[in-house]
């Protein structure tokens, strides 16, 4: 199947500062990546949707100023959270589909490994 | 507006025995089904999908899980538990193939 990369798997990090947090999809190309966030002992939480070359797409009560989020290109978003606090701790999870006319596999999420953020 | 109730946060079967994790939706528009596997430290893994084909899906490993719209249900079945069958089980629903509404998970323990 295909691969999503995500990167880090761990950080932790200091209040007030800005974690990245990388998401590649490394044998096909994504036009759409998506962000969710994972608090213990519950489902994971659509956060926002990536779209390359353009704006991403925000679900409800996410601040889009403190979850920046870019993708450049066909094979890489990246999620910053900035200025972090305690509160935003959590499990964040990434995922790519293959875009319609790919090879298989079509409107399959394949997600990556997923980020454990710690803000002390 | 769509959602996944997943009863029992955690299971626990003999190895051998019949593996059951159930799955309940909320969809005003016809649903398309997925189960996910989640592994300790490691990104999530389709299973299997329902797509409004037949409503018995067949995953990997020995899973199906059986699409009821009367029962607004897509339980996951196993008839026999394997040891590396322990992990963290999503079951997940859409209607767009965009935003995925996802259960709570199941962790599934699997006894010698």
Same mark, same amino acid.
């Given at each position: 199947?295909?691969? %999503?990369?995500?990167?880090?798997?761990?950080?932790?990090?200091? !209040?007030? /500062?800005?974690?990245?947090?990388?998401?590649? $999809?490394?044998?096909?190309?994504?036009?759409?990546?998506?962000?969710?966030?994972q608090f213990p002992k519950q489902s994971l939480m659509l956060m926002a949707t990536?779209?390359?070359?353009?704006?991403?797409?925000?679900?409800?009560? %996410?601040?889009?100023?403190?979850?920046?989020?870019?993708?450049? !290109?066909? /094979?890489?978003?990246?999620?910053?959270?900035? $200025?972090?606090?305690?509160?935003?701790?959590?499990?964040?999870?990434?995922?790519?589909?293959i875009p319609r006319g790919g090879?298989?596999?079509?409107?399959?999420?394949?997600?990556g490994a997923g980020t454990r953020l710690s803000v002390l | 507006a769509q959602s996944v109730t997943q009863l029992g946060s955690h299971v626990s079967v003999s190895e051998g025995a019949l593996v059951l994790l159930r799955c309940n939706y909320s969809s005003s528009v016809p649903p398309?089904?997925?189960?996910?596997?989640?592994?300790?430290?490691?990104?999530?893994?389709?299973?299997?999908?329902?797509?409004?084909?037949?409503?018995?899906?067949?995953?990997?490993?020995?899973?199906?899980?059986?699409?009821?719209?009367?029962e607004t249900s897509f339980h996951l079945t196993k008839p026999s538990a394997h040891m590396s069958d322990a992990a963290e089980y999503f079951c997940a629903v859409t209607n767009n193939f965009n935003k995925f509404y996802f259960g709570s998970g199941t962790k599934l323990n699997v006894k010698p």
């Open positions: 199947g295909a691969v %999503v990369s995500q990167h880090p798997s761990r950080v932790i990090c200091k !209040s007030g /500062t800005s974690v990245k947090i990388e998401c590649r $999809s490394l044998d096909f190309q994504a036009t759409t990546m998506f962000w969710y966030r990536s779209n390359e070359g353009s704006k991403a797409t925000y679900e409800q009560g %996410v601040e889009k100023d403190k979850f920046l989020i870019n993708h450049a !290109s066909l /094979t890489l978003s990246t999620l910053t959270v900035t $200025s972090a606090h305690p509160e935003d701790s959590s499990f964040y999870i990434c995922s790519a589909r090879s298989g596999g079509e409107n399959i999420q394949y997600f | 398309y089904l997925f189960w996910y596997v989640q592994y300790p430290n490691q990104g999530l893994q389709l299973l299997l999908k329902y797509t409004s084909a037949a409503t018995l899906v067949k995953g990997i490993n020995g899973f199906e899980a059986e699409f009821k719209k009367s």
